[in-house]
């Protein structure tokens, strides 16, 4: 079966992906940036491994032999769904490859944005670590004693609240509905967001999510408090966080995911020094990646069998 990892891979993973030739996989490595490589490539491919770059309807149709988009990860709205179904493309994710990837790069977010650690490492490395304003001093904070809130409830949350609850951290949680089995108490999206200090993003990007945190949310939310996002980037209006990051209304935020990505060097964002920041990674672990791979692996092996897919959505 003739696989596309649309994803640059680094030297385990290449030796890991061409060991899967002994059970059946050809599988071909496209960086998302190679897009000639790409449409070269499309015509023969049979199943797609992808990431982030977007699979357009013009994707499918360039490739009459693709029968599998198979998502690294668990987000599909990077996929043309309607046009999967159209000409009968399989489309699965893999909840739970990267659940504790995700709930460790949240909570480092979050430490990272209380301690200011960006600045104080930049700093630091210019000779200045020693010299820093004492003002700053009213900046540095800790996770023990805050309030947390949860903008969802899913399988990351889940995972961070019991921790975040371990480190004296009370933990509140908005959800669609009931949890019987969850660690916090449970508050409409308003309530939460005035009531915490820290707030964490964790629902899928939709037409009703789209700048969930706009300047309206942000004047409901306490002065000073720190938001957190490793879901996807617009479900912030980031112009609003920059003007409340800038007028100290939001104290300091700890952002793995943007509108624009790759994020232009010149977005105001990079420039301030209460934000902390990841090139949308927080999925990304050697553990993660075996993880996925075998949920990959599996359905093609499935694919070609005949078998039904794993954690299809379409």
Known sequence: M??????????????????????????????????????????????????LEPVTAEVMAAAPRLRLVQKI??????IDLEAARDRDIAVCNMPGTNTQAVVEMTLLLMLGALRRVSQLDTATRAGQGWALPAELQDSYGEVCGRTVGLVGYGAVPSRLAPVLQAMDARVLFASRGEK????GERRPLQALLAESDIVSLHVPLTPETERLIDADAIARMKPGAVIVNTARGALIDESALVHALRTGRI???????????????????????????????????????????????????RLAAGEDLVHRVV
């Open 251 to 301: 104290g300091a935020a700890g952002l793995d995911v943007f509108e624009t990505e790759p994020t232009p060097a010149g977005s105001m964002l990079l420039a301030l020094d209460n934000v902390v920041c990841t090139p949308h990674l927080a999925w990304l672990t050697r553990e993660t990646l075996e993880r996925s791979l075998a949920v990959a692996v599996e359905n093609c092996r």
């Open 73 to 78: 990860g668990v987000g599909v709205n990077t």
């Open 180 to 183: 019987p089995n969850a660690v």
């Open 2 to 51: 003739n696989v596309v990892c649309h994803y640059s891979a680094g030297p385990g993973l290449m030796r890991r992906l061409v060991e899967l030739e002994r059970q059946g996989l050809s599988v071909s490595v496209c960086a998302m940036s190679d897009h000639a490589r790409f449409v070269e490539l499309l015509p023969a491919t049979e199943a797609l491994w992808h990431l």
